[in-house]
C-alpha cells in the first residue's frame, strides 16, 4: 500500500473549458453563451444584467484531490466482479459505500441491498460494506452458510484490529466516533464492554473512570481533523496516560479532501460538495468550509442545486467526498457549463497513488474461476 500523497500541478487537466486562473477576482466580461448575454430585456430598456450578476458565476474551482479513496473503489469493484463472477442476486449488507447513485447502479445490475445479514437466504453470496462490520456479523453470516465477501476498507480493519489488541492487553478504549454510524457500530462490536464512545470535547469532559483504568483511544475514520484534534487534545489533558494509537485512524482519504478544500477557501465563495446525506466525510467537507467562513451545501447531483444559492457568487467551488464518482462532478461542471460559465477549473492538480487489493476471498475465486476457463 502507498499512502503518501502525489502532488503534481499540471498544465493541463481532463476538464473541457479550462482556462489559466486570473489573479484576483475582476468583472465579469460579457460573452456569448453567459446567461447575461442570452439577454433578459425589460420591455422598453436595454438588457437587465440579469443571470452572472444575480444567480451565474463567473468560474467554477474543483478541488483535488476529490472523489473516490481507495477502499470505496475495491468495495465498488468488489461487488461488480461478484456480479459478473457468480451472477445476480449479490446480496450486500447495508450499501456498499454511502453514495445513492452508486448504490442505485448496482441494484439495476442485480446487487440486493439488504440491512441485516440475517435476510440473506442461506447459501448465498453477501458483501459486506466498506464501513466493516462487527464479529458477531461474521458469526450470523457463517451459522446462515453464507458465502462471505468481506469488502471493509483495510484502514478500517486497522481500526479493528486496534481496538481488540488494546482490549486484550486490558485497556478501556474511548472510541472518537458519531454514535450509530455503520463503521462505529462496527468497530464497537470488536469489544463492546471496554469501549466507551465519544462524539464531541464536552463528552471527553463527562468521562469519569476508576483509578487505575490504563486508557486508550481510537477514531473513526472519516471525522474532521481539527474538531478531532480538538477532542484528542481534551482526551489528553484530562488524561495524559491516554495511550494513542501509532499511525492516526482518520483515514488518508478523508484528511487529504479536508486540506484541498481549506486550501482553496480563500479563492471561493461557495462550496458544493457533491455526496450523500449519510456520507460522513462529504458532511465533513461541507463543516471544513463553513468553519472557514464559506456557505457550502452537500448535493447529491446537480438536480439539487438551488440558484438561490449562486446570488451574489463569483467563484463557487466544487469537491466530492470519497464515496462519489467523478462523472458526478462532471455533470455538476457540465450544468455550470449549459448556464454559461467558461471556466471550470482545477484548482490545482493532486495525485493520490493509494490502491488496495480485492478482497482475498474473491481473488482465490477468481483465480479459480480462471484456471477452468
Ligand atoms: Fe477507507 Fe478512508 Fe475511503 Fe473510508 S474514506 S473507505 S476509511 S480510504
Not at 296 to 301: Q, V
Request: charged letters at 25%; a negative charge.
Amino acid at each position: 500500500m502507498h499512502w503518501a500523497m502525489h502532488t503534481a500541478v499540471r498544465t493541463s487537466c481532463a476538464f473541457r473549458g479550462e482556462q489559466s486562473r486570473e489573479p484576483g477576482r475582476t468583472d465579469p466580461p460579457e460573452r456569448p453563451g453567459s446567461l447575461l448575454h442570452f439577454g433578459f430585456r425589460d420591455a422598453d430598456g436595454p438588457p437587465r444584467r440579469r443571470g452572472y450578476d444575480d444567480a451565474m458565476v463567473r468560474k467554477v474551482l474543483l478541488a483535488s484531490p476529490r472523489g473516490y479513496c481507495a477502499g470505496v473503489e475495491r468495495a465498488v469493484d468488489t461487488v461488480e466482479r461478484a456480479l459478473d463472477l457468480y451472477g445476480p442476486p449479490v446480496y450486500v449488507r447495508k450499501q456498499i459505500v454511502h453514495n445513492l447513485h452508486v448504490v442505485r447502479e448496482l441494484e439495476a445490475r442485480g446487487a440486493v441491498f439488504v440491512d441485516d445479514e440475517g435476510e440473506v437466504p442461506e447459501g448465498q453470496t453477501v458483501v459486506f460494506s466498506a464501513h466493516g462490520v462487527a464479529p458477531a456479523v461474521h458469526a450470523t453470516a457463517r451459522r446462515r452458510s453464507l458465502n462471505t465477501i468481506d469488502a471493509t476498507c483495510p484502514l478500517v480493519t486497522k481500526v479493528h484490529v486496534q481496538a481488540r489488541r488494546y482490549a486484550a492487553d486490558g485497556y478501556t478504549i474511548v472510541l472518537i466516533g458519531h454514535a450509530g454510524h455503520e463503521e462505529v457500530v462496527g468497530t464497537m462490536g470488536e469489544a463492546p464492554d471496554s469501549i466507551v464512545l465519544v462524539e464531541s470535547v464536552d463528552d471527553v469532559e463527562r468521562l469519569s473512570f476508576a483509578e487505575g483504568t490504563r486508557l486508550a483511544y481510537v477514531t473513526q475514520t472519516t471525522l474532521s481533523v481539527d474538531e478531532t484534534g480538538e477532542i484528542i487534545a481534551a482526551l489528553r489533558h484530562r488524561f495524559p496516560a491516554i495511550h494513542a494509537p501509532k499511525k492516526e485512524d482518520i483515514c488518508y482519504a478523508t484528511s487529504n479532501r479536508q486540506w484541498a478544500v481549506k486550501e482553496m477557501l480563500a479563492e471561493i465563495d461557495l462550496l458544493l460538495v457533491i455526496g450523500s446525506r449519510n456520507s460522513s466525510n462529504s458532511n465533513r467537507l461541507v463543516e471544513v468550509a463553513r468553519v472557514g467562513g464559506v456557505p457550502a451545501h452537500l448535493i447529491d447531483d446537480e438536480g439539487e442545486i438551488d440558484l438561490a444559492w449562486l446570488d451574489g457568487v463569483e467563484v463557487v467551488g466544487v469537491t466530492s467526498g470519497a464515496s462519489a464518482p467523478e462523472k458526478l462532478v462532471e455533470r455538476v461542471c457540465d450544468w455550470f457549463r449549459a448556464r454559461g460559465v467558461t471556466e471550470v477549473e482545477p484548482y490545482r492538480l493532486v495525485e493520490e497513488a493509494v490502491e488496495f487489493r480485492l478482497p482475498i476471498e474473491l481473488r482465490r475465486e477468481l483465480a479459480l474461476a480462471a484456471q477452468q476457463a
